[in-house]
């Protein structure tokens, strides 16, 4: 270590320099704090961990300026645990059996399946909109599915080998985990297709959020954009286009434009809308 000595300084012993700078440690916290899958125990034992890192000035400004809100944090307590037990499996190529929940009325979570095990050969551990998924194969199927860690409860391995992923549909050459995570995870499970759509120019970032830099943008005017993206077809996109309401329409392929219309019809008649109304 390079420590500043009291004989050159005349203050004290000091580290000259650290391993991570302050503002890379208030990326770290946060990440853990906005972390939704983390509970909020765990939250504030790893932002004291963090802070070790630094000095106790520097963890002091990083302690006024970390928020985050504990009704947002998961409940689980075994978040941690299950990620390092997924972990080992795959790099031993077992399976893992766990119970899988969701949260009843009372807010608590409660098995599926009637506590019935789940049976997974994992694959890998994703992080997609704030939540860890472990991308995995049901014992008895051939196919791929994924589940929220932060839902998973008493895991444990399994003292069998785990199906080679190559056996698993639409897996021959491998895992593709960035193109399972658009299909199935942000549920966009369909084809590929162009899209062409007209939107009120202040959604540009939302756009560019979503779809990255490969859509292309052509101004229509000073208050619209054209947009052209690749993109899977499925219930996710569908409900990424309602949440902008008239400030985005599809204009082709025409299917996609008529199963606008039919989702949007629905909803008008859930509120009682017609005619003149709209």
Not at 77 to 94: G, H, P, S, W
Not at 153 to 169: A, G, L, M, Q
Not at 244 to 250: A, S, T
Request: neutral net charge; charged residues 30%.
């Amino acid at each position: 270590y390079d420590i500043s000595l009291f004989e050159e300084n005349h203050k004290g012993y000091y580290l000259r320099s650290r391993e991570f700078e302050t503002v890379e440690l208030k990326l770290l916290t946060d990440a853990v704090a906005s972390a939704r899958f983390i509970s909020s125990k765990k939250t504030d034992l790893l932002l004291k961990k963090i802070k070790c890192l630094t000095s106790r000035h520097q963890a002091k400004l990083l302690d006024r300026s970390v928020y985050y809100d504990p009704l947002i944090k998961s409940s689980n307590e075994e978040v941690f645990f299950n990620i390092e037990v997924i972990l080992t499996a795959i790099n031993k190529n077992i399976k893992v059996s766990f119970l899988y929940n969701d949260y009843n009325l009372d807010m608590k979570l409660k098995p599926r399946r009637g506590g019935e095990r789940y049976v997974i050969s994992p694959y890998a551990i994703v992080w997609v909109n704030d939540f860890y998924y472990l991308i995995g194969n049901f014992d008895g199927y051939d196919d791929l599915s994924h589940y929220r860690v932060d839902r998973i409860s008493n895991i444990t391995d399994v003292k069998e080998h785990r199906k080679p992923i190559e056996k698993v549909n639409e897996c021959e050459n491998g895992l593709g985990i960035g193109e399972y995570v658009k299909k199935a995870i942000y549920m966009f499970p369909g084809e590929e297709e162009r899209v062409e759509l007209l939107c009120k120019s202040f959604i540009m970032n939302n756009i560019i959020d979503r779809f990255g830099k490969d859509a292309l943008i052509i101004k229509d005017n000073e208050e619209y954009i054209r947009v052209l993206i690749s993109v899977f077809i499925g219930d996710g996109f569908f409900h990424w286009l309602l949440q902008f309401g008239e400030h985005c329409e599809v204009l082709s392929p025409r299917r996609i434009r008529e199963e606008m219309k039919r989702r949007v019809t629905i909803l008008a008649r859930n509120y009682n809308v017609i005619g003149d109304e709209v």
